[in-house]
């Protein structure tokens, strides 16, 4: 697995971000990540699925969000189990 995939996101950028756009973003990936396994391209959907984690990780960064840790978590664990 790639460590970075977006790499002109920062930090500060994500983190500007409500929680709501994230999850907007993450879910965007989780779709394209269907999308591609549908059309069976393994690669482009486990590159889409590896860019919905990278997302995911970064959300769970974000101080705003903490409260909200243990779901962000699950949510994480949740996708992981369904794509593999």
Same mark, same amino acid.
């Given at each position: ?14 983190? %500007?971000? %409500? ?8 879910? %965007? ?56």
């Amino acid at each position: 697995m790639n460590l970075i995939q977006h790499k002109t996101l920062t930090l500060k950028k994500w983190f %500007s971000l %409500s929680l709501a756009e994230q999850m907007a973003n993450i879910g %965007s990936e989780v779709e394209r990540t269907i999308i591609w396994k549908r059309k069976n391209d393994p690669e482009y959907s486990r590159l889409a699925f590896e860019r919905a984690l990278e997302l995911a990780d970064l959300t769970k960064l974000d101080p705003e969000n903490h409260r909200r840790l243990g779901e962000l978590c699950r949510m994480r664990e949740i996708l992981v189990d369904w794509f593999f």
